[in-house]
């Protein structure tokens, strides 16, 4: 599961496929296991374009979300990437690896 802010759903790119274009290209060239991205959102010029990329989220709403989307799509991995719009926007940056962590945990 792609998971975090704009640029996992793919905003920024010409192909709305952010860094997911790049991890498919690899991950699909193995041999030892199938690769099958999951999530509530779609967006992107790939294979799969299933994501959980929310645009603008901050680390709070992910954790607000995050429990419905793992509990829908179950996914085996999930690659993060959330906080630049908490740092961008000055969300209590003091506490940002708090609110992280929690997420995480």
Do not use: C, K
Not at 50 to 63: K, V
């Amino acid at each position: 599961m792609p998971l975090g802010d704009s640029i996992a759903w793919g905003v920024g790119s010409a192909t709305t496929s952010s860094y997911r274009q790049a991890l498919w290209n690899m991950l699909a060239g193995q041999s030892r296991y199938s690769v099958r991205f999951v999530g509530s959102q779609a967006s992107g010029s790939l294979p799969d374009f299933s994501n959980e990329g929310h645009s603008g989220y901050a680390i709070d709403q992910i954790r607000s979300g995050i429990d419905g989307w793992l509990t829908g799509t179950r996914p085996d991995v999930v690659l993060l990437h959330i906080g630049i719009n908490d740092l961008n926007r000055g969300i209590d940056t003091a506490h940002a690896l708090d609110r992280l962590t929690d997420l995480v945990d």
